[in-house]
Every structure is written in C-alpha cells, then in structure tokens.
C-alpha cells in the first residue's frame, strides 16, 4: 500500500472574483521509503502541495491519503496528532525560536506529546549529535552558522521520529559545500532509517542528483514523473 496517494487534488484561493487555481486535479502515489522532489518554478504549487501533505492546509476537494489518512476530511484535533507525530518538516528560513536554545527548539514538540523531561532532554542531545552537533547544545541560533541551524532544524523534525520528513528548500539559504552536507545528511535519512522524504525545489539538478523520483509541476498541475 502507498505511503502517500492523492487524487484528483485541487486547492483554490478566492481573490475578489478570481480563482487561483493553485493545485488543479493533481494526482500521485508515493510508496514507503522513497526520495521524492516537487520540482517547479515559483506559482508551479510545490509548496501549496507541500502544505496540504504537511496538514498545515486543506484541500479544496480530491483526496489526500497518508498512511490510510485522508488529510482531506481528517478532523481538526486528528490532523493535530498527524503533524505532531506523523510527519517532520524542515523549513528553508530554519524557523528556529532565537530565544531558545538548540536543544530546546528540538524537546519543544516533545513536550507537546507529554515526553517527560528527562526523556525528551536524552533525545534531544542523541539526535543533535546524530545530526553532527554534539555539545553544541546549550548554543541559540545566532551562535550557530546557516548549515548548524538547519542541522537543528532536522534534529527537531525528527524528534517524534516521524516516518515521513518534507523539505521545503531545504538547501535554499546555504552555500555550496553545507548543501551538499545537509542533503547528504537527508540521504542518509532516508536510505539507513527508511524514512520517506519530500522535497520541494526549484533546482533540477539537485532533484536529479539526490531524488529518486521528480515530480514536475506547473500551473499547479503535474507535468512530468521522471525516475532516476
């Protein structure tokens, strides 16, 4: 069974008499495990996508099933659970709190799921070290560089170890070498730990270097499935 199916998906915006048609009819399944890339220009609707799978939005109609949820018509305090527990998101502007600490940012979803505290404090400095930041811990993101905040970023997508990461232009605000190390660190993710990925880019050749699939849209619509 899929990990992730969609049918005949639309998402519609109401501006004055115009309808933006920002996903019109998109339809694909996503197996268990694998690396995917939403690959499209500005406007294509890779990010409305990415939204709806990440229950931050809704479907104007179609249906969205991720792991025999349908995203579409799951209730308001169903689909609470399924983004505190069943998918982990990494954003490009990393969406650090400044205020807090790296270990903090990642136990703050913890807590939300009632992990006590020394539980979620344990976690937290195995997956920053896991991630390559050991004893970096007690540092906010000020004192940390682009690719560490990010490196934070994933550490606390996966605190309640998720079975599905989406990547919003993971690589978007970092340098050549940090790139490619977060991506390798998403590759790793992925092929050791099973974890499905979805990645939205614009850039086709990172799609082409890392996913194993790209699926490229356009007007909200899917253009083109290519595998690698």
Known sequence: MPHLAARDLTRHYAMGDTTVRALDGVSFTIERGEFIALLGTSGSGKSTLLNLLAGLDRATSGSLEVADLN???????????????????????????????????VTLSM????????????????LLTSVGLGGRQKHRPK????GEQQRVAIARALANNPPLLLADEPTGNLDSRTSREIMALLTTLNQQDGRTVIMVTHDATLAATYARRTITMLDGRIIEETRA
Do not use: C, H, W
């Open 143 to 146: 004192e940390l560089s682009g």
């Open 111 to 126: 807590m939300f799921a009632g992990l006590p505290k020394p539980d979620r404090e344990k976690r937290a400095e195995e």
């Open 71 to 105: 995203l579409a018509t799951l209730p308001g305090p169903a689909l609470s659970l399924y983004r505190r527990n069943a998918v982990g998101i990494i954003f490009q502007s990393f969406n650090l709190i400044s205020t807090m600490t790296a270990a903090d940012n």
